[in-house]
């Protein structure tokens, strides 16, 4: 017997004020766990309408799997949230994800990207590092006074950097 399997292509696409509900619940979920929740609804729809702030989505078949947000400045962006989807990690979403906004920094003339990341997300912070991002310093107490934030930057004129090694005392 034949078997058909349907594979559903995987879109990188600018958010709606429809996606804002779901894009909070996975912020919720998988980037505040433990916090108090900041990214609500309202907030991400205002990041939405902002004229600064790029939000993206990866799509599969209606359903967001990734999501992600950088605000651009003068002379830098700033990636707020990224985030993917447990079952559907690993599979190059994230990387997919951030690259398109690396390359939206570049054409808009700005080369350096910041970041925070909690000093306790160890998968995340390997992610950043194979993507190029080093790690610069720790702000202590930066997530609600519960968590250290690492804080991380890439420099978007360097073709290639050496991930840095797994700094530990951070
Ligand atoms: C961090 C995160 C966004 C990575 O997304 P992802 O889609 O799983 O990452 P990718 O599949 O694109 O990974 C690209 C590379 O990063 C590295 N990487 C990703 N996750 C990793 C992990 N948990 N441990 C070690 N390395 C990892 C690997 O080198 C990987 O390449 P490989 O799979 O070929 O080895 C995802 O794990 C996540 O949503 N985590 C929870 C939320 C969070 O911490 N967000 C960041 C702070 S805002």
Known sequence: ???????????????????APAIADMSRNLVESGLSWQWKPAAVARQILRKDTEVI???????????????FREDDAHLLLLAVEPFAQRTGIGRSLLTWLEESARVAGTFFVHLEVRVSEQGARQFYRALGYRERGRVDGY????????????????????????????
């Not at 017997?1 to 996606?19: G, H, N, P, Q, Y």
């Not at 989505?57 to 605000?71: D, H, L, P, Q, S």
């Open 1 to 19: 017997m034949l078997s058909l399997f349907i594979v559903e292509r995987l879109e990188v696409l600018l958010a709606t004020s429809d996606d």
């Open 143 to 170: 997530y609600q006074q519960k968590e250290a934030a690492i804080l991380m930057t890439k420099d978007l004129r360097i073709v290639r950097q050496t991930p840095t090694k797994n700094v530990s005392n951070l």
């Open 57 to 71: 989505v990866a799509r599969r078949n209606k359903r967001i799997e990734g999501f992600a947000i950088m605000r």
